[in-house]
């Protein structure tokens, strides 16, 4: 038997791993994801078999067991067996916190108690492989890295099962489904909700623009009417067109020169954003092409895709003219004007910034430095639309090392009689990195605000001639596409009122992982409660429902700020800042808080909130005759908007009338109930973080990580039946496929 293993995380990173370092350091035996899931509740404490409104929170952590599907038994076994006698184990799973738990896991289950040697690759090509193994270090020193994963995998686990049952047996009292809710989950759910309600209440203002020729002695122009608030009454928009027809007078001209930075590279959330709005990709379909261009066979020429900030580090300085020469010998990057030596950027505002990765597993997604010299081999291999993602990280990479964009800007102000006008003008003096996306065109300069502006000077006269009015209309939000819906995910602060809060989370990395947001997104789908429409993502009839019992029940539930304060306290466990159980806390302390909330909210016995059209296969009861009179008499009297389906859904017209419907003297009204505020109180005492001792370990047992973990009943336990919800592994998961749309301007390596 060796004296030495290698654990991978999945099997074509064995065959990578065996390619570049042979049999050196032992046996390669490949895991397949997690080989082992958290025990169910009632494993833990059987009483819990019975579902009831309580914190199903064990003392210490959930235990581990093994996993079923698949080969995971065949692989775990091979590595049990392994670790009999093995003196030494390298772990070279993925280089994030959850490669760190899918290969710590399997010996903490263990209790090996050997010498272990953590591997940790940013890219799988033989060499950076190689290097890695030459640069491995004592497993020992990423013990947060490990503590942060238990954490989030603990506390959801707590938090989702929690829960989901208290939500069901209290609010869905009779009715066959199950109510499922996700830490994670449920706020993303939310987030397209309140946008589509939005929309559907939105009522469009008419306003008027003045728009008019202005004629100096070099050429003519187009300025506007600039007033400080919108123009709302057609006469005095023609009151402003009378004063300004042939008006006569001296400009008041200011010329700057200014210059933008590149945009910043690429992580997860960027990428499935741009091929969201530019291609029609789905969130999941990006991250499998990009999984393709990081370990495909005979590819490999792309870093870790699942990156979760924009920086790098700078030890990879170095790398940029290897990487910028490789990338031009594609023909339609030899016209991209990259200047020698590239131009280094270093700090927040740059793209080499150490601090920047402070608490992440992995930097911005880049070209191979290892392989870049290959493309002309690898580019025939590539799929169209691996060829259109490579070409956007490429190009990305390029911009970040090109000079600043230089301009010129020039505006001109006209006092017509009180009534300001003013024209805006850009002038490029150098492209700079833009040179790079020669077919781009920002939004800000196809309007009148980027025009072409001739000669001027200050005090210069100009005449207006033949000023009109334009009719303008507010319109309502636009829909979350996939790619918006995620940056929305990973924005979760704006959705935070408190100040003070908001500055803080911004430094967070908002609601759910780069590598889970796209499986959450994608299971709202598999339950009905969101849908593709076109490239948007809308809610259902069902989702909103939902939603709006949820929100009734309690907001906490669905307030993507709450989970952004305990998304903050899990992502300190990475750097320190917040201890294992400390994280658990909190999330366990929101959760007994909401769970209190629901069992005040309700009494036992009484009609159920939620029909079973909720989490079911079913629909709800039509209202009766008089909830729809009654509703109709209340929207009339109150100048309430009639939700849609409140005619035919008694759930909907019910909720309804619950929010608008007078209610009896000292009754405190469901709206009343501030959303999120009384749990801020709890999250932030947590978020005086105790720094983890050094040395110290997260605990005994090595528990797995659901991020939305079983929105369903356990699997012995008869309660309503409803079509599972796999818990947002996107690690052994199939991903979504979706056909491409535009044709991509592809790089063609070769003749």
């Known amino acids: 038997m060796a004296d030495q293993i290698v654990i991978t995380e999945k099997t074509s990173q064995a065959i990578d791993v065996r390619a570049a370092v042979g049999s050196r350091y032992g046996d390669i035996l490949p895991a397949e994801g997690h080989l082992f899931d958290l025990e169910e509740p009632e494993d833990a404490v059987p009483e819990w078999k019975r579902w009831s409104p309580i914190l199903l929170r064990p003392e210490g952590l959930y235990a581990t067991r093994p996993a079923d599907g698949g080969n995971k038994a065949a692989k775990l076994k091979a590595i049990r067996e392994a670790l009999r006698s093995a003196k030494r184990v390298w772990l070279a799973t993925d280089c994030d916190r ?150 006569q007078g001296p400009l008041g ?47 490999k020429i792309i870093t870790y895709p699942r990156a979760e900030v924009r920086y790098l580090p700078e030890t ?132 009148d605000d980027a025009q072409l502006l001739p000669a001027m000077k200050n005090g210069e006269t100009a005449q207006l001639q033949t000023p009109k009015v334009e009719d303008k209309e507010t319109r309502p939000p636009p829909r979350y596409n996939e790619g918006t819906l995620i940056e929305a995910m990973q924005n979760a602060w704006r959705f935070v009122k408190d100040e003070v809060l908001r500055d803080r989370l911004k430094e967070a990395k908002g609601i759910g992982t780069p590598a889970t947001r796209a499986e959450i997104i994608g299971g709202l789908k598999r339950q009905n409660v969101l849908v593709a429409q076109g490239k948007n993502i809308v809610p259902t009839d069902t989702g909103l429902k939902l939603f709006g019992v949820l929100k009734q029940a309690d907001p906490a539930l669905v307030d993507p700020g709450v989970t952004a304060q305990l998304e903050c306290l899990l992502d300190d466990v990475v750097i320190g800042k917040q201890e294992m159980v400390g994280a658990i806390d909190a999330v366990c302390d929101v959760a007994q808080r909401i769970i209190g909330k629901l069992k005040n909210r309700t009494s036992p016995g009484g009609p159920p909130l939620l029909g079973s059209g909720v989490g079911g296969a079913g629909g709800d009861r039509p209202p009766t005759p008089a909830m729809k009179r009654f509703a109709v008499t209340i929207s009339r009297q109150k100048g309430a908007r009639l939700p849609a389906g409140y005619a035919t859904s008694g759930s909907i017209c019910r909720a309804f009338l619950q929010q608008h419907a007078p209610k009896k003297s000292g009754d ?73 749309a535009n044709t991509p301007l592809l790089i063609p390596y070769g003749n």
């Open 668 to 740: 405190v009204t469901l709206e009343q109930q501030a959303p999120s505020s009384s749990m801020s109180v709890g999250i932030e005492s947590n978020l005086r973080a105790r720094p983890i001792k050094p040395g110290a370990k997260p605990g005994r047992k090595s528990p797995r990580l659901t991020v939305e973990s079983s929105t369903t009943p356990a699997k012995r336990t008869r309660k309503p039946k409803v079509a599972a919800s796999p818990a947002a592994d996107a690690r052994s998961t199939p991903l979504h496929k979706s056909a491409a």
């Open 98 to 247: 959850e490669g760190q738990l899918i290969g710590q896991e399997i010996l903490e289950h263990y209790k090996y108690r050997g010498e272990v040697m953590r591997v940790l690759f940013t890219a799988q090509d033989s060499q950076t492989i190689r290097d890695a193994f030459g640069r491995a270090k004592p497993n020992s020193e990423y013990s947060r890295l490990y503590a942060a994963a238990v954490a989030r995998r603990q506390a959801d686990q707590i938090y989702n099962l929690s829960l989901t049952r208290t939500a069901t047996v209290i609010l869905g009292q009779g009715a066959r489904s199950v109510i499922g809710v996700g830490r994670v989950k449920t706020p993303t759910l939310a987030i397209v909700c309140k946008r589509e309600l939005e929309i559907r209440d939105f009522v469009p203002v008419t306003y008027f623009e003045i728009v008019a020729t202005a004629k100096v002695a070099a050429g003519e122009f187009q300025m506007r009417h600039a007033p400080q608030d919108r123009i709302l009454k057609r006469e005095n928009a023609d009151i402003v067109v009378k004063a300004a027809q042939g008006f």
């Open 316 to 447: 990879l300085i170095p790398d940029v003219p290897k990487i910028v020469a490789g990338l031009q010998v594609g023909q339609s990057f030899k016209e991209i004007p990259v200047p020698t030596p590239p131009v280094i950027r270093k700090g927040a505002h740059g793209s080499f910034h150490d601090k920047g990765l402070e608490g992440a597993s992995h930097h911005a997604v880049i070209p191979n430095v290892n392989t870049v010299d290959s493309l002309r081999e690898v580019w025939p291999r590539l799929s169209i639309d691996e060829k259109k993602l490579f070409d956007v990280i490429a190009r990305a990479y390029l911009a970040a090392v090109m000079p600043d964009f230089r301009y010129r800007q020039t505006t001109a102000t006209l006092d017509v009689a009180g009534f300001p006008f003013k024209a805006t003008g850009r002038q490029p003096i150098d492209l700079g990195w833009r040179a790079a996306f020669p077919e781009w065109t920002p939004a800000n300069e196809k309007s």
């Open 253 to 299: 001209v200011r010329v700057e020169d200014k210059k933008h930075g590149p945009p910043k590279l690429h992580d997860l959330p960027s990428l499935q954003k741009l091929c969201s709005s530019r291609f029609g990709w789905s969130a999941a379909k990006t991250l499998e092409v990009a999984q393709e261009l990081y370990d495909g066979q005979g590819k």
